[in-house]
Nanobody
């Protein structure tokens, strides 16, 4: 059974940094792309970023809204993917989800498994 467990969310002030973690189990972690999504109240789930599965060339993509502020990385030895968030803004407030899938795509339905989400709240 595949499990993804996010952690690291919380309440921070605008301009602060926060690191989210997503621990995976139940599948060969290194063979799957990992994505981060977020969902604010009343809005659709939106793509934040994704990192390809391990290999000689790791590819990463970001949504324009977070590019330059957020950084995705993965530690295959720990079966964990990270989302380092810096210069946080109130509009970053959302529940953040990690997801696992065969490719680093941007649409939620293209991912097979999801974590339960972790709340990030950025106050102004």
């Amino acid at each position: 059974q595949v499990q993804l467990v996010e952690s690291g969310g919380g309440l921070v002030q605008a301009g602060d940094s926060l690191r989210l973690s997503c621990a995976a189990s139940g599948r060969t972690f290194s063979r799957y792309a990992m994505g981060w999504f977020r969902q604010a109240p009343g809005k659709e789930r939106e793509f934040v970023g994704a990192i390809s599965w391990s290999g000689s060339n790791i590819n990463i993509k970001y949504a324009d809204s977070v590019k330059g502020r957020f950084t995705i990385s993965r530690d295959n030895a720990k079966n964990t993917v990270y989302l380092q968030m810096a210069s946080l803004k109130p509009e970053d407030t959302a529940v953040y989800y990690c997801a696992s899938g065969p490719n680093m795509l941007t649409m939620p339905h293209e991912y097979d498994y999801w974590g339960q989400g972790t709340q990030v709240t950025v106050s102004s």
